[in-house]
Nanobody
């Protein structure tokens, strides 16, 4: 089953920054809108951001708008999420997938924001 591979998470102080990366197979990456999702303990997985397949139009959840930036490197099939001004409520496991999700979920990458 096709699964993306996320990386770049870690422990950061509130107000800090992290950049997440996601490697996906080329045939998936070039054919789909790609998105970032996150899941905090005891909650449902939620949408964070998406970047449209054939353009660079981006969309964000209200909770991250103005702080997070999604981008894609189509040549290398990598999806990024630049996160700034991090808050403790951003603590979650972050996943990438097509949007809407149509491939297997990867392991995700843990982001922990300390207050």
């Amino acid at each position: 089953q096709v699964q993306p591979v996320e990386s770049g998470g870690g422990l950061v102080q509130a107000g800090g920054s992290l950049r997440l990366s996601c490697a996906a197979p080329g045939r998936i990456f070039s054919s789909y809108t790609m998105g970032w999702f996150r899941q905090a303990p005891g909650t449902e997985r939620e949408f964070v951001a998406r970047v449209i397949r054939n353009s660079y139009h981006t969309y964000y959840a209200d909770s991250v708008k103005g702080r997070f930036t999604i981008s894609r490197d189509n040549e290398n099939n990598i999806l990024y999420l630049q996160m700034s001004s991090l808050k403790p409520e951003d603590t979650a496991v972050y996943y990438c997938n097509t949007d809407p999700p149509e491939i297997g979920w990867g392991q995700g990458t843990q982001v922990t924001v300390a207050s």
